[in-house]
């Protein structure tokens, strides 16, 4: 039966990966994968991951099953952090998560249960595995306009003349903050105007939060999933992996907020519900790692310093960049770059651009030109603006 089975097309960013670590020459630069690096490459565990696996491997007794939901301490941890004041907690059902992806995916399944047939709106650009999902899980998905190509910056005007055509029953996806892949997120201004229009057409707001803290600071890259949640229904998935710097420990949260306690309560038994049919307990580690430190004072005052550190050395990067830019070119073109939100910038070149600059420069970023900021540092930042001068940008 095996022989059944057809190969599966290449995942971009690992073959791309790949195509880096085969790549012998010693000056090559990687800004492809979404991964946080600091100024030595490294991908640290931040200091506060590291004192708290200390006090969990000092006080476990037991690694006995938790609940579906996972430890209730982590989302009563988790959803105030993302939520503030927005939404009485009662009002939020919340589960455990194999990552950020396991609540994107939990949360398409939700979707479908609810509302069978329910289209799926995507912002275009997306993160690819969105699509890849929903076309495994067999729902329907329709973009919506996103990303203008010219400014580099959001088509309010296409995103929402776009959105006006949901129905009732549908779900739409948004990026919380930092949207990957193109950095450009949505003013306050036009966030409202979508979720009224989201609102009046009676369809549901979905929000993919992966990079929380990234962006602004915690407080403000939370505004947007706050004003939504604050307005009614919604689902949100959280990823912990990039904030807590935790990838591999698979952290993440689902959360549904309903209008009222006793929809919770339902919304809740569903969540648990759909947990069990797809692996029954989530994983346990990287939760408890992010209750004990937001549990803690001292290591939550210490994991929002190290988190700033991380968000102002990407905005220090940026600001480099386009400086060294200006200087270049004698014009302002490429500060899109400082108007960029979070870990990515999509910098607007051709496939051919983006070609010419791995083969000259050993540059190496995603082929819609995407590139992971993290992945520069200050000796690198400026090879990478003469690349992208000499490619023609
Ligand atoms: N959503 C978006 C938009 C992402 O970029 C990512 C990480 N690449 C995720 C969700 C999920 O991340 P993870 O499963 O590693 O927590």
Known sequence: M??????????????????????????????????????????????????????????????????LAGDPAFADALVPLILGPSVPRAQVAAV?????????????????????????????PTWPNHLSI????????????????????VDADGMLADLGGVQAGDAVLLHGCCHNPTGA?????TWSKV???????????????????????LELDAAATRMIAGSGECLIAASCSKNFGIYRERTGLLMAVAGDEATAKVAQGNLAHLNRQNFSFPPDHGARIVSTILGDEGLRADWEAELEEIRTGMLTLREGLAAELRRLTNSDRFDFLTRHKGMFSRLGASPEQVEAMRRDHGIYMVGDSRINVAGLNARTMPILAQAMVAAGL
């Open 195 to 217: 979720a009224d229009l989201l609102r009046s057409r009676g369809a549901l707001p979905f929000i993919d939060l992966a990079y929380l803290g990234f962006g602004d600071s």
């Open 96 to 124: 455990a998560t194999p990552g950020g992806t396991g609540a994107v995916r939990q949360g398409f399944e939700l979707i479908r249960m609810m509302s069978p047939g329910a289209t799926v709106w995507v912002p275009e």
């Open 134 to 153: 929903l076309r495994h899980l067999g729902m329907t998905v329709r973009g919506y306009r996103y990303f203008d190509e010219a400014t580099l910056a």
């Open 2 to 67: 095996l022989d059944q089975l057809k190969d599966q097309p290449a995942d971009k960013i690992l073959s791309l990966m790949a195509a880096f670590r085969a790549d012998p020459r010693p000056e090559k630069i990687d800004l492809g994968v979404g991964v946080y690096k600091d100024a030595e490459g490294r991908t640290p565990v931040m200091r506060a991951v590291r004192e708290a696996e200390k006090r969990i491997w000092d006080g476990e007794t037991t690694k006995t099953y938790t609940a």
């Open 185 to 189: 997120d949505p003013d306050p201004a």
